[in-house]
């Protein structure tokens, strides 16, 4: 059984940085995708960042310049790091791995609140 464990969100302040980090677990297959999302109250999930196995990466345009998502194999974690944070950016933040299979896991979520 696959388990997504993320870590690392919290309260910052505007212009502040967090890096969010979620680690896969259970697994022996590489996954092709792996990717954090987030849901604001009120609003639909919606994609931040994606990083494929091969290395390229897919932000949602909000994002672009401000976040950067990379992967490490080897620990099958991938991390977010958010720089330049807006209060736009408060959500929940969910971490999402596909394998090649096309069946995806979803993790708990990690509360951002970016607030003065």
């Known amino acids: 059984q696959v388990q997504l464990v993320e870590s690392g969100g919290g309260l910052v302040q505007p212009g502040g940085s967090l890096r969010l980090s979620c680690v896969a677990s259970g697994t022996r297959y590489m996954i092709h995708a792996m990717g954090w999302y987030r849901q604001a109250p009120g609003k639909q999930r919606e994609l931040v960042a994606v990083v494929f196995s091969g290395g390229r990466t897919n932000y949602a345009d909000s994002m672009k310049g401000r976040f950067t998502i990379s992967r490490d194999n080897a620990k099958n974690t991938v991390y977010l790091q958010m720089n330049s944070l807006k209060p736009e950016d408060t959500a929940v933040y969910y971490c999402?791995?596909?394998?090649?299979?096309?069946?995806?896991?979803w993790g708990q979520g990690t509360q951002v609140t970016v607030s003065s």
């Open positions: 999402n791995v596909v394998f090649a299979s096309l069946r995806d896991y």
